[in-house]
């Protein structure tokens, strides 16, 4: 299976619903499920080669669903930028696992997150209360933690809605990988696959766009823009220490609830999950096993071999 499928689940907000999109490999009938979810600014076509990986040590008995978080990819966007948050996300999880229950009943629940989609799986995994048809058995947590530094909330902070438009997809990915050069080595191939996903062209985001948001901006014929809504970057900007401190608090609290087997890996570099946050998940909650990437930052995009291969064995060993 060389590519996914696309799917939707409709999803409810305040605002009269959105619908939010998800690709789906391997066994749509298999009752083993891993649920991967992206970054801030990316979508899940960034885990085509994490979930070929799964489909195959599988043995083809897997469902990995990997969604794009609504306001990304072919998700849509919400009416008020306001409500880009966890808590949204994280009640859109629990309707698309709902969905894929209802199809096929869930067995084994499995979770990949990074970054952003870390933090939605601390509430997924560690609140209670919550209607999974499954408790998760196995969480990775890639390059986050209850405390995120605000250090790379202001760099992220910086450019997130605000890269305009791209004579090219080349030109795309090579104004991307200025800014993501913390996610560690690529090739060039490595990076147009994660780059292709990243962007739409003009005229058919200027469509949509003018349908979401009234902030979206007009473009000009045969220009690229990056696949996501600008305004996911409001609350981000929002931000002020006090609410950081507060997120944390409560973040902590559901990390030190989950009862899942954890894996957190890390960016030895990065500036978003410190070495002193990282060592004390090993120490409370899940106590998580901690695997450490030389030479990355923020966040591994588990396309290297080796990054992939620490997933795959902690799911299947």
């Known amino acids: 299976m060389t590519e996914p499928t696309l799917h939707d689940v409709a999803c409810n907000d305040a ?14 009938h298999s009752a083993h499920v891993v649920v991967c979810v992206h970054g801030l600014t990316r979508q899940g076509r960034d885990f085509d080669v994490l979930a070929q990986a799964i489909v195959a040590r599988a043995g083809g008995d897997v469902r990995v669903v990997c969604p794009d978080v609504v306001g990304r990819g072919r998700s849509d966007w919400l009416r008020d930028p306001a409500f880009y948050q966890v808590p949204v996300y994280a009640a859109d999880m629990v309707t698309l696992i709902a969905q894929l229950h209802g199809e096929h009943p869930i067995g084994t629940l499995d979770y990949v997150g990074t970054s952003m989609g870390g933090l939605i799986g601390f509430v997924l995994a560690g609140h209670k209360e919550l209607p999974l048809p499954r408790p998760i058995r196995r969480f990775v947590a890639n390059d986050v933690g209850p405390t995120v530094e ?48 990243m962007v739409v062209p003009a005229s058919e985001r200027s469509a949509d766009g003018a349908a979401k948001t009234a902030s979206a901006s007009p473009v000009g014929e045969g220009a690229w823009v990056l696949h996501y809504d600008p ?32 894996l957190l890996t890390r ?24 695997v450490e990437f030389e030479g990355v930052g923020h966040a591994p995009t588990f396309v290297d071999p080796a990054q992939v291969a620490v997933v795959t064995n902690f799911l299947f060993d």
């Not at 760099?155 to 004579?167: C, D, E, L, N, W």
């Not at 990065?270 to 106590?287: C, F, K, V």
Request: hydrophobic share 45%; no cysteine; charged share 15%.
């Open 231 to 262: 305004a996911i970057g409001v609350p981000l900007r929002a931000i002020t220490p006090e609410i950081a401190a507060q997120g944390g608090a409560v973040m902590w609290s559901l990390y030190d609830a989950i009862e899942a087997r954890t």
């Open 267 to 290: 960016g030895a570099v990065s500036d978003l999950l410190s070495p002193e946050t990282a060592a004390a998940m090993t120490q409370r909650g899940p106590r998580a096993t901690l």
């Open 150 to 197: 605000p250090a790379a909330i202001q760099r992220i902070g910086a450019y997130v809605g605000k890269s305009g438009q791209f004579s090219s997809v080349q030109a795309a990915a090579d104004a991307m990988w200025a800014l993501s050069t913390t996610f560690g080595p690529h090739t060039p191939e490595q990076w147009g696959a994660l780059s292709q996903h």
């Open 15 to 28: 605002q009269g619903g959105h619908r939010m999109a998800y690709w789906q490999w391997g066994d749509a």
